[in-house]
């Protein structure tokens, strides 16, 4: 193997050759402030998952190390994300109690599975399996997990009792113990709540009326769950808020993360199977268009293949170190790329920071109350939510329509796991059923052109003695019948009909049941005294009937062009 084979696999050879002093800079300055922003994220999201604060911790170092040997992102950062983390939940919620040692081994064992998945798909260049996930499905998956997101931190907000993994459930829980609402932990949260929605909106105006430059404000703006975790963990540590039942995160272990061996057993492997095929789909695609969003901007080139294996061996590092599943997050990559990360050095850098927090700055977050977090994360997801989707979806496509609504209804009230597996079915359902039955057009020549257009959109010339068919779509086992049936109408409404032409312009591909269907149409017109042609057939098609004996039985010909055919038959028509 030589070194540009080593070099695909291992993108560091690459950048790492021409790595020099200002980008050095670059990075450590984006460095800093994405470690700042990443550790309350890192605590929010490990609250979401179901685990120990610290776990978020462990989540981002490990994995934006291996990232950034195998990744092809310059500005990605990789860490614990709020739907990966939703879905964590679920999926382990379902085979141990959290805050148990099973819910903590069953987690790492998650995150090694969806690491293998990710790294078996990359390897074998499977990338592709994400398009099954059409853009409806995914925008609807992100709109209702944001709702079962921010519903299941309202117990954190409120202080009460309540779990559940769908929205029935969530509410069914939390309805009970509505009169047991803790007044100072509500007023905590709702307060760090109003502060980090104002801080969206409202900060950056201010940073700039004093002086900040547009940049700087807006990376400003984006640090401010730190002010608010540092605010409420001043005010219960001072005012002794724990003692009045306000839920703090406790003692956190001032350690780097330890080495961890996930479970194997076969019957957790096989419980978790789905789940890590979910989480990896749904972890990859998320990440992707992060990255080659971030990539466009700089006209640099992202390698889906490759980074699959980056993001498996990113989830494969979590695992090992105490960790739970991780892709490329949204907000933290924006604010990596702002904040000037020319290569993933930067991601070293943070991986860097977030180890000395982990074993400096623990101890200062005994007293963060877990509302904060709660409110950290509610403000974060709403801005997934987007019911506007929906309306769109309505207005250009039923079908979208449809795969956007059953996506949205089962994830609210059955789960994340039977919520994007249905969406992905109907996704399916929706192409079949598309491509099954495909648009054919009898097409007519527009006067004084030799261009050919659908009769019921166009004022055309036809010929009552051909019939001319546009087929608009490759035809294959689920539509080669509807083509039959279709061409077989159009033919018993001219009663003096000599030839067809099928006009195969848009037909990329032929399979072994279309073409029975072919030869069958060509039997049926033969015994009916009427001619078949093709015309506008494309090499690859062509190419596959020229392996069969069809061209050969074929009672017309092979036309180059649609004009072509016309005016030849026109031609003999007159001859004769």
């Excluded at 994405?34 to 550790?39: C, D, G, R, Y």
């Excluded at 502060?195 to 940073?207: D, E, I, M, N, T």
Aim: proline share 5%; charged share 15%.
């Amino acid at each position: 193997m030589n070194l540009h084979s080593i070099a695909r696999y291992l993108p560091i050879l690459d950048w790492g050759r021409r790595y020099d002093r200002s980008s050095f800079g670059g990075d450590i300055v984006a460095a800093l402030i994405v470690t700042i922003m990443l550790i309350p994220q890192s605590l929010a999201y490990a609250l979401l998952a179901g685990l120990p604060p610290e776990a978020g911790i462990y989540a981002s170092i490990a994995p934006i190390l291996l990232y950034a040997v195998f990744g092809t992102s310059r500005a990605l950062a990789v860490g614990p994300v709020a739907v990966v983390s939703l879905m964590t939940a679920a999926a382990v919620g379902n085979i141990a109690a959290s805050g148990t040692a099973g819910y903590a081994a069953a987690a790492v064992t998650l995150a090694l599975m969806s690491g293998a998945i990710l790294l078996a798909l990359g390897l074998f260049r499977l990338g592709f399996v994400a398009n099954f996930l059409s853009h409806p499905v995914i925008a609807g998956f992100i709109t209702a997990s944001g709702i079962l997101i921010a519903a299941s931190q309202l117990r954190h907000l409120l202080g009460i009792q309540g779990e559940g993994n769908t929205l029935i459930e969530i509410v069914s829980a939390l309805w009970p113990h509505l009169g047991e609402i803790n007044p100072v932990t509500l007023c905590l949260g709702l307060s760090a709540m109003v502060f980090l929605f104002w801080v969206r909106k409202g900060l950056k105006p201010l940073l700039w009326r004093i002086g900040l430059g547009p940049r700087m404000a807006d990376l400003v703006a984006k640090t401010g769950p730190v002010l608010a975790i540092v605010a409420t963990t001043l005010v219960t540590w001072g005012l002794d808020l724990g003692a009045q039942g306000v839920a703090i995160v406790g003692e956190v272990p001032q350690s780097l993360p330890p080495l961890t061996l996930p479970s194997l057993r076969p019957e957790l492997v096989r419980e978790l199977a789905l789940p890590a095929l979910l989480i990896s789909i749904i972890g990859f695609v998320e990440s992707i268009s992060v990255a080659q969003t971030l990539a466009a901007k700089k006209r640099q080139r992202i390698d889906p293949d490759q980074e699959l294996i980056g993001l498996g061996a990113a989830n494969i590092g979590a695992a090992l170190t105490g960790g739970f599943p991780v892709t490329g997050g949204f907000s933290r990559s924006v604010v990596n790329y702002d904040a000037g990360a020319e290569t993933p050095a930067a991601g070293a850098f943070t991986a860097v920071g977030l180890a000395l927090a982990a074993v400096f700055l623990t101890p200062l977050i005994h007293y963060l109350p877990k509302a904060t977090l709660a409110a950290t994360i509610i403000v974060a997801v709403l801005s997934l939510v987007d019911f506007s989707i929906l309306r769109r979806a309505w207005a250009f496509s039923r079908a979208d329509f449809a795969a956007v609504s059953v996506t949205i209804l089962l994830t609210l009230v059955m789960g994340v796991e039977v919520g994007v597996t249905a969406g992905v079915v109907t996704s399916v359902l929706v192409h079949l059923y598309k491509t099954s039955r495909p648009h054919i057009a009898v097409v007519g020549r527009m006067p004084g052109s030799e261009h050919y257009r659908n009769v019921l959109r166009h004022d055309v010339e036809t010929q009552p003695q051909v019939l001319s068919l546009r087929v608009d779509e490759s035809l294959y086992f689920p539509n080669a019948r509807f083509l039959e049936d279709q061409l077989m109408r159009h033919a018993a409404e001219k009663p003096g009909l000599r030839d067809v032409v099928l006009m195969f312009a848009a037909v990329n591909d032929i399979d072994l049941s279309a073409l029975e269907s072919l030869e069958a149409i060509n039997t049926r017109l033969r015994d009916a005294g009427v001619r078949l042609h093709l015309s506008e057939v494309k090499g690859p098609v062509m190419d596959r009937l020229k392996r069969s004996h069809f061209l050969d039985e074929m009672t017309g010909e092979v036309f180059l062009s649609q004009h072509a055919a016309i005016c030849a038959l026109s031609a003999r028509e007159t001859a004769a």
